[in-house]
T-cell receptor
Framework: ETGVTQSPTHLIKTRGQQVTLRCSSQ?????VSWYQQALGQGPQFIFQ???????GRGNFPPRFSGLQFPNYSSELNVNALELDDSALYLC??????????FGQGTRLTVV | QKEVEQDPGPLSVPEGAIVSLNCTYS??????FMWYRQYSRKGPELLMY????GNKEDGRFTAQVDKSSKYISLFIRDSQPSDSATYLC???????????FGTGTSLTVIP
C-alpha cells in the first residue's frame, strides 16, 4: 500500500457531463501528479501540483483542470466529457517532486 | 517517434527464469529512470528508481541504465508466478518532473 487514496474507484458518466476525481496524497507528500492511462497504453501526464500551484501540464485540453488543497489532497475535473476520456485516471504523490507513488486509480467510463 | 519505446510483449517464461525487460528512448535530457509493476486494474507500483547511468540492485531486481545508448533494462532473477504483471518503464529530465512512460510489457511467469 502506497498511502495514496483515490475516489471513486469506478465511475460511469454520459458524454457531455462533468466529473470530479479525488486524490488523497501520502502523508508528508506535497506534490501530486495526475495521469491518464488508456487501455493497453502507458500513463500520460495531465498535470502536476506542487504546494498548491500548477507545476507543469501535459498535452491535454483546458477542459481538464485541477486543484490542490492546503492538506495537499487534489482534485481532477473534466468538463464536457467525450467518449475518448474513458480511461484509468491515476494520481501520484511525492515529496518535493521526488519518487512518485501511485494510487489505485479511478476507472472512468463515458457512454 | 515516441519518446519512450517499450516492447509490449506478451512475454511468457517458466518459473525460475531470468527475465529481461527493456526500453529505449530518444530524449538525451532524461536523467531519472524508473520501473513500475502494474497488476491488472491496479495502480503502478514503484520497483526501481535510478539516476543517470549505472546499475542498481534490489533483491531479485536489477536496473541498468546506459545513457550513451539511450537504453534501460530491468532484470528479474528467479522469476515467480507473482511477478506476472505489466512492467512499465518511465523517465524524466528532472526529479519529480512529468514522467514519460513506455506502453508496458506484459509478463506471465508459468509455474
Amino acid at each position: 500500500e502506497t498511502g495514496v487514496t483515490q475516489s471513486p474507484t469506478h465511475l460511469i458518466k454520459t458524454r457531455g457531463q462533468q466529473v470530479t476525481l479525488r486524490c488523497s496524497s501520502q502523508s508528508g507528500h506535497n506534490t501530486v501528479s495526475w495521469y491518464q492511462q488508456a487501455l493497453g497504453q502507458g500513463p500520460q501526464f495531465i498535470f502536476q501540483y506542487y504546494r498548491e500551484e500548477e507545476n507543469g501540464r501535459g498535452n491535454f485540453p483546458p477542459r481538464f483542470s485541477g486543484l490542490q488543497f492546503p492538506n495537499y489532497s487534489s482534485e481532477l475535473n473534466v468538463n464536457a466529457l467525450e467518449l475518448d476520456d474513458s480511461a484509468l485516471y491515476l494520481c501520484a504523490s511525492s515529496f518535493d517532486r521526488g519518487e512518485a507513488f501511485f494510487g489505485q486509480g479511478t476507472r472512468l467510463t463515458v457512454v | 517517434q515516441k519518446e519512450v519505446e517499450q516492447d509490449p510483449g506478451p512475454l511468457s517464461v517458466p518459473e525460475g527464469a531470468i527475465v529481461s525487460l527493456n526500453c529505449t528512448y530518444s530524449n538525451s535530457a532524461f536523467q531519472y529512470f524508473m520501473w513500475y509493476r502494474q497488476y491488472s486494474r491496479k495502480g503502478p507500483e514503484l520497483l526501481m528508481y535510478t539516476y543517470s547511468s549505472g546499475n542498481k540492485e534490489d533483491g531479485r531486481f536489477t536496473a541498468q541504465v546506459d545513457k550513451s545508448s539511450k537504453y534501460i533494462s530491468l532484470f528479474i532473477r528467479d522469476s515467480q508466478p507473482s511477478d506476472s504483471a505489466t512492467y512499465l518503464c518511465a523517465m524524466s529530465p528532472f526529479t519529480g518532473n512529468q514522467f514519460y512512460f513506455g506502453t508496458g510489457t506484459s509478463l506471465t511467469v508459468i509455474p
